[in-house]
């Protein structure tokens, strides 16, 4: 028996009205699963850009002793700068300092008044091509003759060096943590969708049962029967999923925007493009979910 496409589609459309309670109750859970899938992913993005700021502003700072010799820091400085991980290295000099944190201080005028002289020290400043690196960057610093001849703590040379790798570790930690959590809890929604799928074709198959065993009678082929139910579950799966791209899209042009003029001081940001790569994921998932749960209520109850 030739296979007619407008047939099947036709046939697939009638089932779909038939059972549009179960229909309807199966685009919900596939809607509801895929934008929690798409939500993970966007929060992924948000995350990364505030991860991104901070490694941004990570740097290393070699606080130097106030009579250090000249020489020493210059050696220092030339080690790092020859060294393939460091982005730029320099100078703040003990003026320059306390002008930086009477800058910081200017909403605090008493903590201003109270300084005698300048206690702070010099300073090399490093900047590292990446964050991940800073690490190994303290390391040959401390393996440095001119560094443990110019630390402004001679008795403990470790703590002359500043450095915010240990918030940027926490951080990569928890984002680690949330990204597992976030592929169980899309590999559950997956599971709960191709669930539904498979108990809505199920339905559709059973009610139809007299009709199918009348089709194969006559010779038709499996996937001439098969076709439609197939059909049918990429429908669901393919509305659920617009449904999901369509409220991400809403939130990413009117709910964003807002979030981040509320909270500016961080650096929230998702590219466009990111929008476009969920949406072709999401696409993509609802329609796999769609064949894959048909498939399976197929092979399992539809005996032709």
Known sequence: ????????????????????????????????????????????????????????????QV???????????EVLQRQLQSNPLV?????????EALEKFKETMEQSPEVIANIEGNPLPASLDVELNNAQDIELVVEEIKASDAFMRIADRP????????YGQETVRRLFAFTNV???????????LALVSLIFINNTIRLAIYARRAEIGIMRLVGASNWFIRAPFILEGVFQALIGALLAIATLFAFHVWGLP?????????????????????????????????????WIA???????
């Open 1 to 60: 028996m030739s296979i007619n496409p407008l047939y099947l589609l036709g046939e697939a459309t009638t089932s779909f009205r038939r059972n549009w309670i179960m229909s309807l109750g199966a685009i919900i859970t596939i809607f509801l699963s895929l934008l929690l899938v798409g939500v993970s992913i966007y929060s992924g993005a948000v995350v990364n850009s505030l991860v991104e700021d901070v490694e941004s502003k990570v740097s290393i």
């Open 63 to 73: 606080f130097i002793l106030d009579d250090a010799p000249s020489q020493d820091i």
């Open 87 to 95: 982005s730029t290295v320099s100078f703040t000099t003990k003026d």
């Open 155 to 162: 008795d403990d040379p470790s703590r002359s060096l500043n």
């Open 178 to 188: 949330l990204r597992y959590i976030g592929i169980a809890f899309v590999a559950m």
């Open 258 to 294: 807002r979030i981040q003029q509320a909270i500016s001081f961080m650096a929230i940001s998702v590219p466009n493009a990111i929008m476009w790569q969920i949406a072709a994921l999401l696409t993509l998932g609802g329609i796999l979910i769609g064949i894959i749960g048909s």
């Open 298 to 304: 197929m092979r399992k109850y539809l005996k032709v």
